[in-house]
C-alpha cells in the first residue's frame, strides 16, 4: 500500500547540479528514515545519504560536501552538486517505515521507489 515516486534524474554534465526528489504515499504509517541508494551497472549498489525523522544525516565519503539529504514529513530530496562522471548510476529511493493501523501495525517495513537515471557526462 505504500508507494514511492522518484523524480528529478537526467543528463547533466560534469560539475553540474541536480536534485531528487522522493514522494511517500498510502496507508497510514510513520517513517523512521529515509535514503538514497545507488547502482551503477556491474556495481553493488551502495548507499548514498540517509536522515532520520529526527534530521540526523551519514552520507558515504564519496559525496560528503558534494550532496545534501533532507526531509518534510513524507518526501525526501538529495541536492547534488559538484557532479563527476562516477556518480553515474540508478538511484533509488529507500523508506523505513512503520504500519499505525491494521493487523500489522508495529511492524516496520522496509520500501523502495522505482529508480531514477542520473548520468554525468560532457
Known amino acids: 500500500q505504500v508507494q514511492l515516486v522518484e523524480s528529478g534524474g537526467g543528463l547533466v554534465q560534469p560539475g553540474g547540479s541536480l536534485k531528487l526528489s522522493c514522494a511517500a504515499s498510502g496507508s497510514i504509517f510513520s517513517i523512521s528514515a529515509m535514503g538514497w541508494y545507488r547502482q551503477a551497472p556491474g556495481k553493488q549498489r551502495e548507499l548514498v545519504a540517509s536522515?532520520?525523522?529526527?534530521?540526523s544525516t551519514v552520507y558515504t565519503d564519496s559525496v560528503k560536501d558534494r550532496f545534501t539529504i533532507s526531509r518534510d514529513t513524507r518526501t525526501v530530496y538529495l541536492q547534488m552538486n559538484s557532479l563527476k562522471p562516477e556518480d553515474t548510476a540508478v538511484y533509488y529511493c529507500?523508506?523505513?517505515?512503520?504500519?499505525?493501523?491494521?493487523?500489522?501495525?508495529?511492524?516496520?517495513?522496509?520500501?523502495w521507489g522505482q529508480g531514477t537515471q542520473v548520468t554525468v557526462s560532457s
Open positions: 529507500n523508506v523505513d517505515a512503520t504500519a499505525t493501523s491494521g493487523p500489522h501495525a508495529g511492524r516496520e517495513y522496509d520500501y
Open positions: 536522515i532520520t525523522h529526527g534530521g
